[in-house]
């Protein structure tokens, strides 16, 4: 009895221990009801230890892998905002997303889930790259409302550090080719204090795919972006062998403003001084507020033009245009004074020779002989007129006046210089007056003291009546109506002498007016050259390339 029920027992014991196993391997599978909600529960718990963990005798001093291989950090630019670019101080801003990407393995962890994401508080509780920025004048970080920073933890100890950065940095500017100029801004940093022995930099998704800018991101009024390349090298220095890593800018000058302020003003500058070479040359103060205006007008564009430009040594494509346009209307101005300078000469030419003919017109024989006639005759009629008057004087006189003798002696210097035959005593015997021989003969001297006048002119009347008008009112009343009567018949007694000559004196020149041989010149020769300098000008800079290598490229 005792044999049989020992092998019932031992059955019935293995049935109850797998009967056990099942039962906790249910368990295990399915788990109790409540544990996802006591494990979620527990998960602030656990976020705390880890980083509790992480930072328990962590030095943020030391570098990874100090005293090991070198620390390689990859980085990675995203570019929100390009611009402005500012040619005087020769910079440029963005605001950019700059990241950082390194491997610390004292920041390793094992935990539920796979990145831990901090805010900027644990940035400066572990170890983060001395990064800066070799060609930068200023960079900000922003910090509203918080600081702009992200810090990750993957579990393998990667770390992703990324911040919001404003940089002003430096853009070399060659401007020979301004304004159809483009610049390579480039954009340069590395670690400050650690050589390429302890640290160097990588790009994170290649030279191509590692700095980002969308079309939007670039706000540029006066360049156009044309995009952007990136280089990586080695800098020494007393203190060791340095990465810098660099990325260009490509900038390319948009031109639609300065042909509107200044190419095209510049233009019609030049244009307008050549209007003057067709304006009449006598017409000088139009034609030198013609010359003035424009060279003001050259001048003013000139410095207005420079207001956006540095300082620079060197002539600019536009300087040399300004200078050429300022060179045509400065000629234009120059050209009406050589203008004016020689019609003067001409003028002055002309009118000498105008006098020399007049002063060497001869006279013809026959003039002359009629001259002489003309001369006998007219002492003839005047010694008859001074016999009337003699008479007319004597017959006054009986009356009872008296009037001196020097009046009626007067003899006009053509019959003193005419006749070389008359003698006091003709004198004193023709007459009928009661003159005396003295009286005559001082009456022809003081006639031949008077100096001699042209033979064809008629001066007996104006003599006669000048010195009867000049005289005391008593020769007028004693001469009375005969001093009419001579005055009018003395013009015809020596008309035959007032006969004008068969030969003319020659005409003086017509005035010099019209349009002068260099403004014909001018109006061709002027705006063949200046179409002629703009065609080279623009043809050599628009074919050339203009754009600024860059240092990776050379």
């Given at each position: 009895?005792?044999?049989?029920k020992?092998p019932a027992?031992?059955?019935?014991?293995?049935?109850?221990?797998?009967?056990?196993h099942?039962?906790?391997l249910?368990?295990?599978?399915?788990?109790?009801?409540?544990?996802g909600?006591?494990?979620e529960?527990?998960?602030p718990?656990?976020?705390?230890?880890?980083?509790?963990?992480?930072?328990?005798?962590?030095?943020?001093?030391?570098?990874p892998?100090?005293?090991?291989?070198?620390?390689?950090?990859?980085?990675?630019?995203?570019?929100?905002?390009?611009?402005?670019?500012?040619?005087?101080?020769?910079?440029?801003?963005m605001?950019?997303?700059?990241r950082q990407?390194?491997?610390?393995?004292?920041?390793?962890y094992?935990?539920?889930i796979?990145?831990?994401?901090?805010?900027n508080l644990?940035?400066?509780?572990v170890w983060?790259?001395?990064?800066f920025f070799?060609?930068?004048k200023?960079?900000?970080a922003?910090n509203m409302t918080?600081?702009?920073?992200?810090?990750?933890?993957m579990?393998?100890g990667t770390?992703?550090y990324?911040?919001?950065?404003?940089i002003?940095a430096?853009c070399?500017?060659r401007?020979v080719d301004?304004?159809?100029?483009?610049?390579?801004c480039?954009l340069?940093f590395?670690?400050y204090?650690?050589?390429?022995?302890?640290m160097?930099?990588?790009?994170?998704?290649?030279?191509?795919?590692?700095v980002?800018?969308?079309?939007e991101?670039?706000?540029?009024?006066q360049?156009?972006?044309?995009?952007h390349?990136?280089?990586t090298?080695?800098?020494?220095?007393?203190?060791g062998e340095?990465?810098?890593?660099t990325v260009?800018?490509?900038?390319?000058?948009k031109?639609?403003?300065?042909?509107?302020?200044?190419?095209?003003?510049c233009?019609?500058?030049?244009i307008?001084?050549?209007?003057?070479?067709?304006?009449?040359?006598?017409?000088?103060?139009?034609?030198?507020?013609?010359?003035i205006?424009?060279?003001?007008t050259?001048?003013?564009?000139?410095?207005?033009?420079?207001h956006?430009?540095?300082?620079?040594?060197?002539?600019?494509?536009m300087d040399?245009?300004?200078?050429?346009?300022?060179?045509?209307?400065?000629?234009?101005l120059?050209?009406f004074?050589a203008?004016?300078?020689?019609?003067?000469?001409?003028m002055?030419?002309?009118?000498?020779k105008?006098?020399?003919?007049l002063?060497?017109?001869?006279?013809?024989?026959?003039?002359r002989?009629r001259?002489?006639e003309e001369?006998?005759?007219?002492?003839?009629?005047?010694s008859?007129?001074?016999?009337r008057?003699?008479?007319?004087?004597?017959?006054?006189?009986?009356g009872?006046?008296?009037?001196?003798t020097r009046?009626?002696s007067i003899q006009p210097?053509?019959?003193a210089?005419?006749?070389?035959?008359i003698?006091?005593y003709s004198?004193?015997?023709?007459?009928?007056?009661?003159?005396?021989?003295?009286n005559a003969?001082?009456?022809?001297s003081?006639?031949?003291?008077?100096?001699p006048?042209?033979?064809?002119?008629?001066?007996l009347?104006g003599?006669?009546?000048?010195?009867?008008?000049?005289?005391s009112?008593?020769?007028?009343?004693?001469?009375g109506?005969?001093l009419?009567q001579?005055?009018t018949?003395?013009?015809n007694?020596?008309g035959?002498?007032?006969?004008p000559?068969a030969v003319?004196?020659?005409?003086?020149?017509?005035?010099?007016?019209g349009t002068?041989?260099i403004?014909?010149?001018?109006?061709?020769?002027?705006?063949?050259t200046?179409?002629?300098?703009?065609?080279?000008?623009?043809?050599?800079?628009?074919?050339?390339?203009?754009m600024?290598?860059s240092?990776?490229?050379?």
């Amino acid at each position: 009895m005792v044999s049989a029920k020992e092998p019932a027992i031992a059955m019935s014991s293995g049935l109850s221990i797998a009967l056990l196993h099942c039962l906790c391997l249910a368990t295990c599978l399915t788990g109790p009801p409540g544990q996802g909600k006591k494990e979620e529960k527990l998960w602030p718990e656990n976020f705390t230890s880890i980083l509790n963990s992480l930072l328990d005798g962590y030095d943020n001093r030391l570098r990874p892998g100090f005293g090991g291989p070198v620390t390689e950090v990859k980085t990675d630019i995203y570019v929100t905002s390009f611009g402005p670019v500012s040619d005087v101080e020769m910079e440029y801003t963005m605001d950019v997303f700059f990241r950082q990407t390194w491997v610390d393995k004292r920041l390793k962890y094992d935990g539920p889930i796979e990145i831990l994401r901090l805010n900027n508080l644990m940035v400066s509780k572990v170890w983060t790259p001395d990064t800066f920025f070799r060609n930068g004048k200023k960079s900000v970080a922003h910090n509203m409302t918080a600081p702009n920073k992200l810090f990750r933890i993957m579990r393998n100890g990667t770390i992703l550090y990324t911040m919001r950065l404003t940089i002003s940095a430096e853009c070399p500017m060659r401007l020979v080719d301004f304004p159809m100029d483009g610049h390579a801004c480039p954009l340069k940093f590395g670690s400050y204090a650690y050589p390429k022995s302890e640290m160097i930099y990588t790009w994170t998704k290649g030279p191509e795919k590692s700095v980002e800018v969308p079309e939007e991101s670039s706000s540029l009024v006066q360049y156009d972006l044309l995009g952007h390349t990136v280089s990586t090298e080695t800098i020494k220095s007393i203190t060791g062998e340095y990465i810098v890593m660099t990325v260009y800018f490509h900038l390319r000058r948009k031109m639609g403003y300065f042909m509107i302020q200044t190419y095209i003003p510049c233009i019609m500058t030049v244009i307008l001084s050549q209007v003057s070479f067709w304006i009449n040359k006598e017409s000088v103060p139009a034609r030198t507020v013609f010359g003035i205006t424009t060279v003001l007008t050259m001048t003013t564009l000139s410095i207005s033009a420079r207001h956006s430009l540095p300082k620079v040594s060197y002539a600019t494509a536009m300087d040399w245009f300004i200078a050429v346009c300022f060179a045509f209307v400065f000629s234009a101005l120059i050209e009406f004074a050589a203008v004016n300078y020689f019609t003067n000469i001409q003028m002055e030419k002309a009118k000498r020779k105008t006098v020399k003919s007049l002063l060497e017109f001869p006279v013809a024989p026959v003039q002359r002989e009629r001259s002489t006639e003309e001369t006998v005759m007219s002492t003839d009629a005047n010694s008859n007129v001074r016999k009337r008057t003699n008479a007319t004087v004597q017959s006054e006189a009986d009356g009872g006046s008296r009037i001196d003798t020097r009046h009626s002696s007067i003899q006009p210097p053509s019959v003193a210089q005419g006749s070389s035959d008359i003698t006091p005593y003709s004198l004193s015997a023709s007459s009928p007056n009661p003159f005396t021989r003295i009286n005559a003969s001082e009456t022809l001297s003081s006639a031949r003291a008077t100096p001699p006048a042209p033979p064809s002119t008629p001066i007996l009347t104006g003599f006669v009546s000048q010195h009867a008008t000049a005289g005391s009112p008593s020769i007028q009343h004693l001469l009375g109506s005969r001093l009419e009567q001579i005055q009018t018949t003395t013009p015809n007694t020596l008309g035959a002498s007032a006969k004008p000559s068969a030969v003319t004196p020659p005409a003086p020149p017509a005035a010099h007016s019209g349009t002068s041989k260099i403004d014909k010149y001018a109006r061709i020769l002027f705006p063949v050259t200046f179409g002629a300098f703009n065609m080279v000008y623009w043809v050599v800079y628009l074919s050339k390339d203009t754009m600024e290598k860059s240092e990776s490229l050379m």
